[in-house]
């Protein structure tokens, strides 16, 4: 018997077969888990995926006119605007709360601007009242959700219906010429290409500010579950004020970004349609409506892909009422692709 031991110990054991990993190694992966997985850790990256496949289509369908600095342009005026509210739509979604009043928001800043410049005040100090303005907006938003629990939804609702009809008695329902003139022109909304960095720094300073600081973690808790985030210490409240007030601030001011390049003040600009565009963004950039998770970055991405699907569809000819048909099909889709996303993550953390 104990020879048996002996000669069992001393035989080697059975190499591995020439397809096998060596023991304790990590099995290799395929291309297509490898990207799998990226998928779940990045959920920016399925929309960048899409956009590039958009761009490399209509590249090819729309033939030279696509490829162009002119065109270029054109799809950045489209994107701009939605991607900078829609980084702010995309942090109130995380922290569980909406804004439907940000289009109106955008549509009422500009002629604020003007009310403050006709009455004497310089264009810097009308612009800094302008804006100040604007984030009063948030504020009462954020106040009336958060003293009342008045849902988000209706609270700005009634924001919104609010701020058309102030748009229209102060412009008297026709464009005013934008007093903003010389240098501070150029920077705001004058230079072809301003509108395009401020959206890129904006949705930088966002994104840094939801994925490396305190804001973020706390923002992300209040969506996630506001009870515990409560219980630990987090001032919800407060979190949700901020994020209304940073929306509505970045509202007005690209209200007067994108109206002082298009050289006038115009009350039928913005509304629904500008809100609707950055909602749509921020979800199909990879932001959950029920809150707790979503990426600023995303709705850059997503305010690219509409812009791209716009433009493409003019040069190519497709009648514009298949755009919304478009934006309907992608916003499901994007919800389901989210909730699919998520459901691997809960299974990759098991």
């Not at 077969?17 to 799998?36: F, I, V």
């Not at 369908?61 to 600095?69: I, R, S």
Request: charged share 10%.
């Amino acid at each position: 018997m104990a020879e048996a031991e002996t000669h069992a110990a001393a035989t080697p054991a059975a190499a591995p077969g020439p397809g096998a990993a060596p023991p304790g190694a990590t099995p290799a992966r395929g291309p297509g888990a490898a990207l799998l997985s990226a998928l779940v850790r990045r959920r920016e990256l399925s929309i960048v995926l899409v956009t590039i496949a958009a761009v490399v289509y209509f590249s090819v369908a729309g033939g030279k006119g696509f490829n162009t600095t002119n065109n270029y342009h054109i799809i950045m005026q489209y994107a701009a605007p939605w991607a900078i509210i829609g980084g702010a739509e995309a942090l109130l979604l995380i922290c569980g709360e909406i804004d439907l009043s940000a289009g109106f928001v955008y549509t009422f800043t500009p002629f604020v601007l003007t009310s403050f410049y006709d009455a004497g005040a310089t264009v810097p100090f009308a612009l800094i009242g302008a804006l100040a303005v604007a984030a009063g907006v948030g504020l009462v938003n954020g106040l009336v959700r958060v003293l009342f629990n008045l849902s988000s939804f209706i609270t700005t609702l009634g924001m919104g219906f609010f701020l058309e009809g102030m748009s229209y008695i102060q412009s008297r329902g026709e464009p005013t010429q934008p007093p903003i003139g010389g240098g501070l022109q150029r920077v705001i909304g004058g230079w072809r290409w301003s509108e395009l960095v401020w959206a890129l720094a904006i949705i930088a300073v966002l994104q840094i500010a939801l994925s490396a600081t305190r804001y973020g973690v706390y923002t992300q808790a209040a969506g996630g579950n506001p009870l515990s985030a409560a219980e630990s210490g987090i001032k919800v409240g407060r979190i949700k004020i901020a994020t209304f007030v940073v929306t509505s601030l970045l509202a007005g001011f690209t209200g007067i970004l994108d109206q002082v390049r298009v050289g006038s003040f115009d009350p039928t600009s913005g509304g629904n349609t500008t809100m609707f565009m950055a909602v749509a963004s921020a979800v199909i950039g990879g932001t959950a409506l029920l809150g707790g998770s979503g990426t600023v970055v995303g709705a850059l991405f997503g305010a690219l892909l509409l812009g791209v699907i716009n433009d493409g569809f003019n040069l190519i000819g497709v009648n514009a009422y298949a755009f919304d048909v478009v934006i309907g099909i992608a916003v499901v889709v994007a919800m389901l692709l989210n909730a699919y996303l998520a459901s691997l993550r809960k299974r990759a953390l098991r």
